[in-house]
């Protein structure tokens, strides 16, 4: 985000306000002068969705070991309903920011591989991971119990008011035939 003439003092204090349970490894603020860089998309060779489980939480906070996991949700997690998208190549589907996108049900893992490039002489180079996604979260209450109605870009609010609708195109609806064919 640039914060360019955003801060009025010397304190470069920010608020990140999220949903509980949620963490930033590092945030940070970069006050030096701009530099040139070179930016490089790289999308993703190979997406697998799968099942991997649940990982064990520990007390407050609630952090995952993610080396701990057994096969059963945790207690007080919901069951949704509707069709999430079948296991598998679901490359094609992080490909770009649209409406098609993976509905992953709690306890689906997806693993990414991407093509390596080597760093030229002289530069560094850093990572960062775009994505973009709709959460609902692991608690009956908060996420009610069925995964429609799908969202979509172009809705003004979550869930969406009457006359607006997930776009139902043929396109949209051969995405759906697809990848949204492992029903709960």
């Known amino acids: 985000l640039d914060l360019t003439g955003k801060f009025l003092t010397d304190d470069y204090s920010v608020r990140i306000g999220f949903m509980a349970d949620v963490r930033f490894d590092y945030v940070a603020v970069d006050?030096?002068?701009?530099?040139?860089?070179?930016?490089?998309?790289?999308?993703?060779?190979?997406?697998?969705?799968?099942?991997?489980?649940?990982?064990?939480?520990?007390?407050?906070?609630?952090?995952?070991?993610?080396?701990?996991?057994?096969?059963?949700?945790?207690?007080?997690?919901?069951?949704?309903?509707?069709?999430?998208?079948?296991?598998?190549?679901?490359?094609?589907l992080l490909t770009e920011t649209d409406d098609m996108f993976i509905i992953m049900h709690h306890g689906d893992e997806i693993s990414v591989n991407f093509d390596s490039t080597t760093t030229p002489e002289g530069m560094e180079r850093s990572f960062f991971l775009y994505a973009w996604g709709?959460?609902?979260?692991?608690?009956?209450?908060?996420?009610?119990?069925?995964?429609?109605?799908?969202?979509?870009?172009g809705m003004s609010t979550y869930p969406y008011p009457v006359g607006e609708s997930y776009p139902y195109d043929p396109e949209h609806i051969a995405y759906i035939n697809e990848y949204n064919t492992r029903h709960y």
């Open 134 to 153: 709709y959460y609902k979260n692991k608690y009956e209450a908060v996420s009610g119990d069925t995964v429609e109605p799908l969202p979509f870009k």
């Open 31 to 92: 006050t030096s002068p701009q530099q040139s860089i070179i930016v490089n998309t790289i999308n993703p060779a190979s997406a697998d969705l799968h099942f991997r489980g649940y990982s064990k939480v520990g007390p407050v906070p609630q952090i995952p070991d993610y080396y701990t996991f057994s096969v059963t949700p945790p207690k007080g997690y919901s069951q949704p309903s509707g069709d999430f998208t079948r296991y598998g190549d679901v490359q094609p």
